[in-house]
């Protein structure tokens, strides 16, 4: 078909047959090859190998190009993206001679210039995908019973009723969202319990993004997406969790897409839950985006003190268990972060008390949970440790955010960001904008200077030392 150098590179792709026997990787290239196979999941990790690299075969190499190939489109086009340059890496390091890296796609029934969707699913429409393969189970704890509604979810709580109660579809989608362990898995799984005892006859589907997107994969791989789609298309209530998960996914939601599109179409009910607003959601699709915003969005809010106190005290009927109130109170006002961590500083005095056979006091709670505890008490800001800075070199505050670079300014302020690195969560950028709007490489290279003087300036790693202990002891 084509020459290069003069050499036949003719090759038909598509079912693996080459014409030119010259093309045919050398006992070498194969040894190296197999070799850099193998250390790809040492590289990537087992599942990554697992559900993406394992099928990668070797099938040809001429002048430096190392070309192997995958059974579809979609894992080209995904390994490509994602692998590739790494791989190209791993196979220069083992022999100078690899230059390029050509992934092809090789499936006897595929012809490889045609898309994946177009091809005729003969054998492979009857292959069915079976429903409880695909959903996820329910948790039997997760119901509306044993979820206790107050103003940071109630809002949610109403719309999760309303899908229930409804006997028409009342809106599509309903898109629950909020932070970690604020109760989003809860409500859908109530839903579910809830749409279940009501109408049987109902199918409902319940999984994660993440699940989503390895059943499409899974699909695309054994030849069974008309059966993947089938069977989406098939079910009255779909639910699909932590939708974030599919951002940057493009192929996964092009195909979330058309199943949401004909879902709501047939007016069956969808329900989304994220960590994020649709229209907050990076590295989801324009279009996607707007159309989860179509129907009810709901937010879960961070939990307030009642809320946190009454959820403590129905856990603590759950699990009859002799917790004093004083100590229901202790927890509800120290653990705030999430409901999650609320649950589990219960669960563990509780088996604490359960093992030493003692009674639960607010002593035994605080020794049980010293490391939590602390955890939560000494969130330092970044405002604390630029206040703290700036008194100790007798600066003012204003210096921290200033432009100002002599040197008796422009010390303190990279200390405090080293500080600020060392004893908050904060990232590089988010640091930086609090230090006057810095970029995050001016923060590293802070931070970077700090950790060299410190070893080299005893007078610094005093100061450092000094503040630091002022900040958390
Ligand atoms: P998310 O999915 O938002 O991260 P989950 O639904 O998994 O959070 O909730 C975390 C834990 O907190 C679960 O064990 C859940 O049962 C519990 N929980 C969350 N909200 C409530 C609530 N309002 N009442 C009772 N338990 C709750
Ligand atoms: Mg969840």
Redesign the pocket.
């Known amino acids: 078909m084509s020459d290069v150098s003069g050499k036949s590179v003719a090759l038909i792709r598509g079912n693996a047959e080459y014409q030119d026997a010259s093309l045919e990787p050398s006992p070498e290239i194969m040894k190296l090859w197999n070799v850099v196979h193998n250390d790809m999941r040492g590289e990537f990790g087992e599942a990554i190998f697992r559900s993406w690299l394992k099928p990668l075969t070797l099938q040809a190499f001429y002048h430096g190009t190392m070309e192997v190939s995958v059974p579809t489109r979609f894992m080209r086009d995904w390994i490509q993206n994602h692998y590739a340059e790494r791989i190209l890496a791993m196979c220069v390091e083992a022999s100078e001679e690899i230059k390029r890296l050509q992934i092809v796609v090789v499936q006897n029934a595929i012809i490889d210039d045609e898309p994946i969707e177009a091809k005729p699913a003969k054998a492979n429409q009857n292959k069915k995908i079976d429903l409880s393969e695909v959903s996820s189970p329910l ?1 039997p ?2 119901t509306f019973e ?5 103003k940071p ?1 109630a809002l949610a ?1 109403a719309a999760a009723r309303r899908v229930v109660e409804s006997m028409s579809v009342p809106f599509n989608p309903l898109f629950i969202y ?12 109530a839903i579910a319990h809830a749409i279940e005892d009501q109408y049987p006859e109902k199918t409902v589907m319940y999984l994660s993004a993440e699940k989503f997107m390895y059943q499409f994969v899974k699909a695309l791989r054994s030849d069974s997406t008309m059966a993947f789609k089938e069977q989406f298309r098939s079910v009255d209530v779909l639910m699909i ?2 939708i974030q998960f599919i951002a940057g996914k493009e192929s996964t939601q092009e195909e979330f897409f058309h199943t949401f599109n004909a879902l709501v179409d047939q007016n069956k009910q969808i329900i989304i ?1 994220a ?1 994020k607003a649709p229209g907050d959601l990076a590295g989801v699709d324009e279009r996607l985006r707007s159309r989860l915003a179509w129907g009810l969005v709901a937010d ?1 809010h961070p ?1 307030t003190y009642e ?1 946190r106190l ?2 403590l005290q ?2 603590r009927a759950q699990l009859g268990a002799d917790v004093p109130d004083s100590v229901l109170e202790f927890l509800a006002l120290k653990v705030t972060s ?3 961590e ?2 589990g500083a219960l669960n563990r005095i509780v088996a604490h008390a359960d093992v030493s056979k003692s009674a639960i006091t607010l002593e035994s709670t605080q020794e049980v949970l010293q490391d939590l505890l602390r955890a939560h008490d000494r969130r330092i800001t970044i405002d604390e440790i630029q206040r703290k800075v700036a008194e100790h070199y007798n600066l003012r505050m204003a210096d921290m955010h200033s432009a100002r670079r002599a040197r008796n300014v422009a010390r303190p302020r990279q200390v405090a960001m080293y500080l600020a690195k060392q004893l908050t969560a904060r990232s590089l950028p988010e640091i930086g904008r609090k230090f006057g709007g810095r970029d995050h490489t001016t923060v590293m290279h802070a931070v970077r200077k700090v950790e060299e003087l410190i070893e080299e300036d005893a007078q610094i790693a005093q100061d450092v030392d000094v503040v630091r202990r002022a900040l958390t002891g």
């Open positions: 948790d704890r997760l044993s979820f206790v509604v107050g979810n709580h909020g932070g970690v362990g604020l109760g989003k898995t809860h409500l859908m799984h969790d932590d839950s960590d879960i939990t809320l009454g959820i129905s856990k999430n409901i999650r609320l649950e």
